[in-house]
């Protein structure tokens, strides 16, 4: 018996992303789960449109993350700009690492929330104070 259906590729041709929209994919502030989500919507991005298709239940198969996971992933890939749901249930991605492509020419397209690298650094380290302070006390025997 097989596992869970994850779609492929809609082609072979390697996916092409400059290294100017790398740079900026590095002050997008998302979290692990939205950047393995993002990656595997290029992965499966036509080349002609820019648009992934695939199910929360296929993603979740394909990561090997529970639902609330990829919707979370899925939320801040839309609150950031890089992906979103069209009306017929594709994804969406950003025409910076589509080289441009996109599903129609009328649609409205989202700027991209990038930080500066000073603000993400004082998040971060927001976060990391946050995440020690729910440690629990080490206790040293001595």
């Known amino acids: 018996m097989s596992g869970p259906f994850v779609p492929g590729p809609p082609s072979n041709e390697p996916v092409v992303i400059s290294r100017e929209v790398l ?3 590095a002050l997008v502030d998302i979290s692990l789960a939205a950047r393995r989500v993002l990656d595997v919507l290029l992965a499966l991005n036509d080349e002609h449109n820019g648009t992934a298709e695939i199910s929360q239940n296929e993603m979740c198969a394909a990561l090997g993350a ?12 839309r ?8 009306d017929d249930g594709r994804y ?3 025409p910076l690492l589509t080289q441009g492509r996109i599903a129609a020419a009328v649609m409205s397209v989202p700027e ?20 020690l302070a729910n440690l629990p006390p080490s206790t040293t025997t001595g």
């Open 92 to 94: 969406q991605l950003h």
């Open 79 to 86: 609150a950031c700009g890089l992906a979103w749901r069209l």
């Open 66 to 77: 529970s639902k609330p996971t990829v919707n979370r992933a899925f939320k801040e890939l």
């Open 112 to 131: 991209i929330q990038a930080n500066d690298p000073a603000s993400l650094t004082q998040r971060r380290r927001a976060r990391f104070t946050a995440q």
């Open 23 to 25: 740079q900026l994919l």
